[in-house]
């Protein structure tokens, strides 16, 4: 069966991300996929302090949310990132999570199926669904899309309810990600994955 892991970056319970995403689970039950959802908005998550000892440890030097993640991401056949829309950005905690989440694990990502989810009252939407996507097309991630970028309008709690559009933009995008993930689990069988080249670092140093 399909796993999909879903991170949950606001920090408000039952806030308006969280009716975006509970009407993708709906589908991804509908579909067989198994989703679990992670809160991580209302955590206290700090931002990578660049020390690199997860490159030896291979995990998160600050044994938080972040590591518990981990696992979770590794066994799942995809990812959806969702964040309340901040300043035309993502969620601060969210961001801080999904940097150290992406550069401490060094497990293989190739095909594990991205979709990142964005809400807001009014702007910024498309900024933030690039920024969160960002995450998925560094590590080989293909992204799942739908009928529109994956928003949804609301201020206060509940206001996303009436966002129609929104909705449906939600239940398509997890109809095509429930897709892609077991197609790709198919092909994985057929072909498996992609032959890896050996990382070229130039850092833009002669
Ligand atoms: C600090 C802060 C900054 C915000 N910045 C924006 C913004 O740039 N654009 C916008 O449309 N809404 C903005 N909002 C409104 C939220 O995106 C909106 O209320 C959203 O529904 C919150 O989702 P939630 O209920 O899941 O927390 C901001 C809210 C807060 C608390």
């Given amino acids: 069966m399909a796993k999909v892991l879903i991170i949950n970056g606001s920090p408000r319970v039952g806030g308006n991300t969280s009716i975006a995403l509970n009407e993708m689970v709906k589908i991804f039950e509908a579909e067989g996929v198994e989703a679990e959802v992670v809160q991580i908005g209302n955590k206290d998550i700090r931002g990578c302090i660049a020390c690199g000892s997860c490159h030896e440890k291979g995990k998160c030097v600050f044994d938080d949310v972040v590591n518990e993640l981990a696992p979770k991401f590794e066994e799942a056949n995809g990812l959806v990132v969702a964040s ?7 969620n601060a905690t969210l961001i801080a999570c999904l940097d ?5 694990t ?15 009252r009014r702007g910024g939407l498309s900024a933030t669904f690039d920024e969160l996507n960002k995450y998925f097309t560094i590590s080989g991630m293909p992204v799942a899309s739908s009928q529109y970028w994956n928003s949804v309008h609301g201020r206060e709690k509940g206001q996303a309810e009436q966002d129609a559009e929104g909705l449906q933009t939600m239940r398509v995008l997890a109809r095509n990600m429930s897709f892609l993930m077991k197609s790709i689990a198919l092909g994985k069988e057929k072909y498996g994955l992609p032959e890896k080249e050996e990382h070229q670092w130039t850092h833009f140093i002669r």
């Fill in 84 to 90: 309340p829309v901040y300043y035309a950005s993502a």
């Fill in 106 to 120: 060094g497990f293989d990502k190739t095909m594990k199926v991205g979709a990142s989810v964005v809400v807001a």
């Fill in 100 to 104: 150290r989440l992406f550069y401490s």
